[in-house]
């Protein structure tokens, strides 16, 4: 399937709106397999799914449209550095989302304020190690924001694509969004192990069936600096944004 590589595609800043397309001209393509039935907690159908960009949440998104989950994507990642990288990663999310008319909350209506207040909450955590406490803050701040929009817009679950990812911590994960949920009676963080029963597989499955870009560190200004001394180390070159996409073999493997 051709695809217009998304970094064509970056010409605009959204500020907070939903985007919501109920009338599709064609039936999207999904991984074709089996699945179980999923239920969210209390046997609630209606899920706000925090996502983080494209690639972790396609699996999920393939996932819960199978078992007929009503559920909206709420994409607040103001950790994502730099601005072109954020719109790369937006855009192939909204993208994916459009296809399957699902409803997109793109919350960066106060994009500066909030990306000045991640780097004032990782002030002192600068050269922490992935999975460690400048983690646990990154998936707070983005977790507390998601939990306040499902309580006033009447969600009763929550949850994430953040754990499907093999590089991170699943428990630290579960236990931010357990925390972030806590205030709210009646709502529930959904600590579902996308990983299971394939998911892993599917994940990059979907990316490449999509062509995703493929970004190449977690997402903040330390993760790309740290990604980068790590390549230096083994003679690679630095992270290019915007040119890596699964699947595509003119550049999957041109910057590795
Ligand atoms: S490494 Fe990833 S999860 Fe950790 S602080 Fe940076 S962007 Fe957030």
Request: hydrophobic share 35%.
């Amino acid at each position: 399937m051709a695809q217009t590589p998304a970094a064509h595609r970056i010409n605009r800043f959204h500020t907070q709106k939903t985007h919501q397309h109920h009338a599709m001209n064609t039936v999207p393509e999904v991984t074709p397999i089996a699945r179980p039935v999923l239920v969210p907690p209390g046997g609630h159908k209606k899920v706000l799914l925090h996502s983080c960009c494209a690639p972790c949440s396609g699996e999920v998104m393939e996932a819960m449209l199978a078992s007929g989950i009503d559920y909206t994507i709420y994409f607040y990642n103001p950790n994502i550095h730099p601005l072109k990288e954020y719109l790369l990663r937006k855009e192939e999310n909204l993208r994916f989302a459009e296809k399957f008319g699902i409803p997109f909350i793109d919350k960066d209506d106060d994009y500066e304020n909030d990306r000045k207040e991640w780097f004032a909450k990782a002030k002192g955590m600068e050269f922490e190690p992935e999975r460690g406490i400048r983690c646990t803050m990154c998936f707070d701040m983005r977790f507390e924001k998601a939990a306040q929009y499902a309580h006033e817009n009447g969600f009763p679950v929550f949850t994430s694509s953040l754990g499907i990812s093999r590089w991170k911590n699943m428990a630290q994960i579960n236990d931010c969004g357990h925390r972030a949920a806590a205030p709210y009676d009646g709502l529930v963080y959904w600590d579902f192990n996308w990983r299971k029963g394939g998911g892993s597989a599917r994940m990059i499955e979907i990316s490449k069936r999509e062509h995703f870009y493929q970004q190449e560190y977690c997402g903040c200004a330390y993760s790309l600096r740290d990604s980068n001394a790590h390549r230096k180390s083994q003679g690679r070159i630095p992270i290019k944004l915007g040119v890596l996409y699964y699947g595509d073999p003119a550049t999957e493997y041109e910057n590795r």
